[in-house]
């Protein structure tokens, strides 16, 4: 339970708070008449710059 209470709990805030302001955010850019950009289909930190 304390596992739960102190290490677990804040990530899941934190987890919902950003899902919040993800959402509050697009409300913003639609209502601007803006399109927010889609996220790439892989991460370039996962694509090598250079064969090894």
């Known amino acids: 339970m304390a596992f739960f209470i102190g290490i ?4 899941l805030l ?3 708070l950003d899902r919040i302001a993800e ?4 409300d913003e850019l639609s209502a601007l008449g803006l399109v927010a950009p ?3 289909e892989q991460s ?5 710059d250079r064969p090894y």
């Open 8 to 11: 677990a709990c804040p990530w």
């Open 14 to 16: 934190i987890a919902v």
């Open 23 to 26: 959402g509050r955010r697009s």
């Open 38 to 40: 889609a996220a790439p």
């Open 44 to 48: 370039s930190y996962l694509v090598p």
